[in-house]
């Protein structure tokens, strides 16, 4: 497992010259300020309580595994309603096709029935 202080990436920033000097005179070392700076982006840098933090971030994994949950149902119930609706349209297409047809058909032996032959 890495450890939080083993460096694994290196990568390009570009900082201020003013501040980089200031930096410099002082001693410091970006890299410290850098680590600094994530891991009070990251709230790290007042852990504490190992434990209550990993609760915490079960909890907040638990949630939106719920909510994610909760979005797929409500989803696939508006796909279920979508397409019960274009199948309730196809099925009135059809009909109305097949009372055209019906017609067209009644008329068609109408007058092969009834009209004379020339």
Known sequence: MLKI????KCTCVKVNKEKMDLIKSKGLKLQCILDKAMDK???????TNKEEKIN???AEIEKLEQQKQ???????KHINAIIKNLEFIQQYEEKQYDIQIQQLTLERDYIEKHCLKK
Do not use: M, Q, V
């Open 5 to 8: 202080t083993e460096f694994n």
């Open 41 to 47: 982006e990251l709230e790290l840098e007042c852990l």
């Open 56 to 58: 915490l971030l079960n």
């Open 70 to 76: 909760e979005a797929t149902k409500n989803t696939k």
